[in-house]
C-alpha cells in the first residue's frame, strides 16, 4: 500500500480565501484523523472519522474549519475563510479497528495564509 | 484527563553515543497504550512502537529499546550508537480504554535529538 497520501504537499493563500485539504487513508483503515502541527501548540487533533462518519469533533478550533469524508477513501479539511493564524501542517493518519492502534500518518500539508 | 510529558526539549550527542528520551504520562484509563514516534527533517511522522499498559516486558529493535515503568509511569526510548540518521525530533503519545470508551491519542511536545559527526 503507498500509505496515507495527503495533497497538496504544500499550499500558500491569501487570507479570507477558501483552502481544502485532501486525504486518502490507507485501504482498509476504517480510522481517520486529522491533525495540525504548530510551533506553539504542537500536535493537536482536530477531529476524527470512524467508518466515515464524524465521531468527535471537539478540536475543531472553530466554524471556518469543517471536515468531511464522503466515502473510505477520501476525506477533506476545509477552511473557509482562512486566515494567517491557520498556518500550520495539516497532517492526515489512519488506523485500523481502534483508536488505540498505531494510526500511520500522511506526509502533511504546509498551509500558509499572508 | 490525559498527559504526555517530554521534559527535554532538545539533545544533542556526537555520534556513536547513547542517548535516551525521556517520557512521562498521566492517565485515568484502566488500559492504555503508549506511543512513540519519529519526524525526521523531512516532516513525515513515522511509527516506531506501541506497548499497552499489560505489557511491562522491555523491548529492542536493533539499536532501539524502550523501558516502560508503570510504577513512574515513564516509558523512555533509548538509541544506542546514534547515527546522524537519527537526528529527528521525538514523539511520545498515550492512547486510553476505560471501560468500553477508548479516549483519543494524546501526544508529547517532543524532543529533538540532534546527532553530530
Known amino acids: 500500500d503507498a500509505g496515507v497520501i495527503q495533497s497538496p504537499r504544500h499550499e500558500v493563500t491569501e487570507m479570507g480565501q477558501e483552502v481544502t485539504l485532501r486525504c486518502k487513508p490507507i485501504?482498509?483503515?476504517?480510522?481517520l484523523f486529522w491533525y495540525r502541527q504548530t510551533m506553539m501548540r504542537g500536535l493537536e487533533l482536530l477531529i476524527y472519522?470512524?467508518?466515515?462518519?464524524?465521531?468527535?469533533d471537539s478540536g475543531m478550533p472553530e466554524d471556518r474549519f469543517s471536515a468531511k469524508m464522503p466515502n473510505a477513501s477520501f476525506s477533506t479539511l476545509k477552511i473557509q475563510p482562512s486566515e494567517p493564524r491557520d498556518s500550520a501542517v495539516y497532517f492526515c493518519?489512519?488506523?485500523?479497528?481502534?483508536?488505540?492502534?498505531?494510526?500511520?500518518f500522511g506526509q502533511g500539508t504546509r498551509l500558509t495564509v499572508v | 484527563a490525559q498527559k504526555v510529558t517530554q521534559a527535554q526539549t532538545e539533545i544533542s550527542v556526537v555520534e556513536k553515543e547513547d542517548v535516551t528520551l525521556d517520557c512521562v504520562y498521566e492517565?485515568?484509563?484502566?488500559?492504555?497504550?503508549l506511543f512513540w514516534y519519529k519526524q525526521p527533517p523531512s516532516g513525515e511522522l513515522v511509527f516506531l512502537i506501541r506497548?499497552?499498559?499489560?505489557?511491562?516486558q522491555n523491548e529492542i529493535s536493533g539499536r532501539y529499546s524502550w523501558n516502560f515503568q508503570k510504577s513512574t509511569s515513564s516509558f523512555n526510548f533509548t538509541i544506542t550508537a546514534s547515527q546522524v540518521v537519527d537526528s529527528a525530533v521525538y514523539f511520545c503519545?498515550?492512547?486510553?480504554?476505560?471501560?468500553?470508551?477508548?479516549?483519543?491519542?494524546?501526544f508529547g511536545t517532543g524532543t529533538r535529538l540532534q546527532v553530530t559527526l
Open positions: 485501504s482498509g483503515h476504517d480510522y
Open positions: 472519522f470512524n467508518n466515515n462518519v464524524p465521531i468527535d
Open positions: 493518519a489512519s488506523s485500523f479497528r481502534s483508536l488505540n492502534t498505531e494510526a500511520f
Open positions: 492517565t485515568r484509563d484502566t488500559t492504555y497504550y
Open positions: 503519545a498515550l492512547s486510553g480504554r476505560n471501560t468500553g470508551t477508548a479516549s483519543k491519542l494524546t
Open positions: 506497548r499497552n499498559s499489560f505489557d511491562e
